[in-house]
């Protein structure tokens, strides 16, 4: 066989594996469950966003909450997760590395017909949305929440990392049978 004909025989699996996964994922997602997940990260968006807003307009020095533990800061944070350098152009690239794979498993390995997926799921994607606008518009997200022995975060970190931590202990329970 020619390069020619292997190439066209190539394309051919790769745009009826396209059309498959994109009528399969037609049938699961519907305007309801769609709706739940899209609520959820634009109230999870609109959130974070206000706050680092509010803390951008009106922060003019830390605010203890609990003495020597708990105060309301405002940090820019080139870094990554835990301030973990990485080049700016990488982080910028990493997110879509990341969010694709990431919507791919969600669509495939869980059920996103489960109200639990679908808050959980559309929690994530907000925050993470929420943060790369920081990284776009200021190049570095901005953290405010302050706990002694944490690093600097903020609220879309909290649903971030809460929200995987609930996707890897109810795997088994949310995942797609």
């Not at 997940?37 to 966003?49: G, H, K, M, P, S």
């Not at 820019?76 to 990488?90: D, E, L, R, S, W």
């Not at 997200?141 to 690093?151: A, F, L, R």
Request: aromatic share 16%.
């Amino acid at each position: 066989m020619t390069f020619n004909k292997l190439y066209n025989v190539e394309l051919v699996k790769i745009f009826i594996k396209i059309r498959y996964t994109a009528s399969t994922m037609r049938k699961r997602f519907t305007l309801k469950n769609t709706g739940i997940f899209l609520l959820c990260a634009i109230l999870i968006l609109f959130l974070d966003r206000t706050v680092k807003e509010l803390i951008l307009q009106y922060y003019t020095a830390d605010i203890e909450i609990i003495p020597n533990f708990f105060k309301i800061t405002s940090l820019q944070n080139i870094g990554v997760a835990f301030g973990i350098q990485i080049p700016y152009f990488i982080q910028l690239i990493l997110f879509p590395i990341l969010i694709i794979p990431g919507f791919y498993v969600v669509t495939t390995h869980l059920d996103f017909n489960k109200l639990s997926v679908q808050i959980i799921s559309g929690c994530i994607a907000g925050a993470a949305l929420s943060n790369f606008i920081d990284r776009i518009i200021y190049q570095h997200v901005i953290d405010y929440i302050s706990i002694s022995i944490y690093p600097v975060f903020n609220i879309a970190d909290v649903f971030i990392s809460v929200g995987i931590f609930l996707l890897v202990i109810f795997y088994g329970k949310i995942k797609r049978v």
